[in-house]
């Protein structure tokens, strides 16, 4: 089935992941339509991926790069992309990934939550039932 | 010698277009700081769809956006459909495509309703909603319920139309029709309005460029951006029309784009009615107790009434639940670091006028 928009895709390693889409938004990749992640648990790390449209070309490109779970780092591109630091502080909170050179400092946690210190919650071995369970006990509706 | 002030704006508040408020550090009324604050609206949706079987899933997506629900069914539906290579019949596309329209119609309704709140014309929040209401009528007619419809599913819709409904929204766009020049004379060429709207909070396409804005204030920026012509689904190839423009880029000229955009809208609903094949309505997707959607991710957007919005999934082809399924709203770009950006300096009044012509949606931020 044909897809709705073509995407270019480069896997890049996470040292280069600033430079790379750096020399993208030269080349005209400069709308930047998203930054996500995804959890490959039980494998052992995080697939974050970057989303970005050329408006004069129309070409569209992802940017995937695979870090570890258990110490997630990345740079920030907030500085290029000012969309990205909510971006990243959602990545931050519900992920835990760190990011270098955030304008908002080492500490991003807390966006949407509030008072959350359970750990991030879209990581794949947080199961929000079983914890659900641990903070409130379980309930039965006759 | 100025005061300073600290006031949050929201989270409860007529100019406010949902749950969602805004932190203010005021010099006189300038505006110095300002920081959006969301998280009202937070209900783990993305986390509850890996929890749950495919199909289950398809009564949880309209939830994430209160006032345009369909879009979040159309995407899902879309989603699966090129994962796992499903075929949707002509009938369901035009059906879908109607339902979209009527739904970018329902969602500019509450979106002039809260313009008009703004700035303190509440008539029009009074009119818009009840026109609303008419189109929700038909809603329940075709799909059942009023505004979470459920009703658009992998493979093509739910059910049906019901006999006599096109004519029904046939004779509602008649209706609307004549409704809108009173809606211009109340609305989009008020003089209150035209005075907190010229010139306020005008967008230059290289704000849409580098902040990724999309919908109105991109069009009224002179973007002709617009996922129904750059990358048609469903059946907007087979339909007429063109990208509403305006150069300005300000308050105004996003209004103008909505009120064409309803125009547009109308006209597009018309020829979907005149076009409406026979046939199929639904191509039935594997039985759902045993679907396990084949393994791939995908990348699917519509145009709605705020912008670009798409669901971005990964399914890993060994459990029934999407490995993971990204919403990105056209607000995330809107109302975040383009909002804390755009109102430095501007004046506290012009807050309700940014949400209220932005459209800012905080579910698809919070979600």
């Known amino acids: ?142 | 010698m100025s005061r300073h002030y600290e006031i949050f704006v929201g989270p409860n508040h007529p100019g406010v277009t949902g749950n969602f408020s805004v932190h203010v550090w005021l010099e006189g009324d300038r505006i110095v700081k300002l920081k959006p604050e969301y998280g009202f609206l937070h209900r783990g949706f993305e986390k509850l769809m890996e929890r749950r079987e495919t199909i289950r899933n398809v009564s949880i997506v309209p939830r994430i956006c209160v006032p345009e629900p369909d879009i979040n069914e159309n995407l899902y539906a879309r989603l699966l459909e090129a994962v796992d290579g499903i075929d949707v019949p002509p009938r369901a596309r035009y059906i879908r495509t109607m339902i979209l329209e009527m739904a970018r119609l329902g969602a500019y309704f509450l979106q002039i309703s809260s313009a008009g709140g703004a700035i303190g014309n509440y008539t029009v929040s009074e009119w818009a909603v009840g026109d609303r209401d008419l189109l929700l009528d038909i809603f329940e007619w075709i799909t059942g319920a009023r505004v979470y419809h459920i009703y658009q599913m992998p493979g093509g819709v739910r059910k049906d139309l019901p006999e006599g409904a096109l004519e029904k929204l046939w004779s509602y766009l008649d209706y609307l029709e004549k409704r809108m020049s009173d809606y211009e004379e109340i609305l989009f060429e008020n003089p209150v309005a035209l005075s907190r709207w010229k010139g306020v909070l005008v967008v230059t396409p290289d704000e849409v460029e580098r902040f990724g804005l999309s919908g109105p204030p991109a069009k009224a920026a002179g973007v002709a951006m617009d996922v129904r012509k750059d990358a048609p689904y469903e059946a907007y190839s087979e339909l007429e029309f063109e990208v509403p423009v305006e150069k300005d880029g300000d308050a105004y000229a996003r209004m103008q784009v909505v009120k064409k955009e309803m125009l547009l809208s109308i006209s597009l609903l018309r020829q979907i009615i005149e076009k409406m094949p026979s046939g199929e309505f639904l191509n039935r997707p594997p039985n759902f107790k045993k679907w396990i959607p084949k393994a791939g991710e995908s990348y699917q957007a519509l145009e709605s009434s705020r912008g670009e919005y798409a669901y971005y999934g990964v399914f890993d082809g060994k459990s029934s639940a999407p490995r993971r399924v990204y919403v990105k709203g056209p607000s995330y770009a809107a109302g975040t670091a383009y909002m804390e950006y755009k109102m430095r300096g501007e004046r506290l009044e012009h807050i309700p006028v940014f949400l209220s012509t932005f459209n800012i949606c905080p579910p698809e931020i919070d979600r």
């Open chain 1, 1 to 142: 089935m044909k897809e709705q928009f073509e995407f270019e895709e480069i896997k890049v390693k996470e040292g280069d992941v600033f430079e790379v889409i750096r020399s993208l938004k030269s080349q005209g990749f400069s709308y930047f339509l998203f930054v996500t992640c995804v959890d490959w648990y039980p494998r052992d790390y995080f697939e974050v991926v970057y989303a970005f449209r050329n408006l004069n070309s129309g070409r569209n490109i992802k940017v995937k790069v695979r870090i570890s779970r258990e110490n997630p780092l990345l740079p920030s591109i907030a500085e290029e992309f000012p969309m990205a630091i909510y971006q990243e502080r959602e990545l931050a909170e519900m992920f835990g990934i760190k990011f270098l050179n955030h304008p908002d400092g080492e500490h991003l946690e807390n966006m949407i939550l509030e008072d959350w210190d359970y750990g991030p919650p879209m990581r794949k071995d947080f199961d929000s039932a079983e914890f659900s369970i641990r903070l409130f006990g379980e309930r039965r509706y006759e």
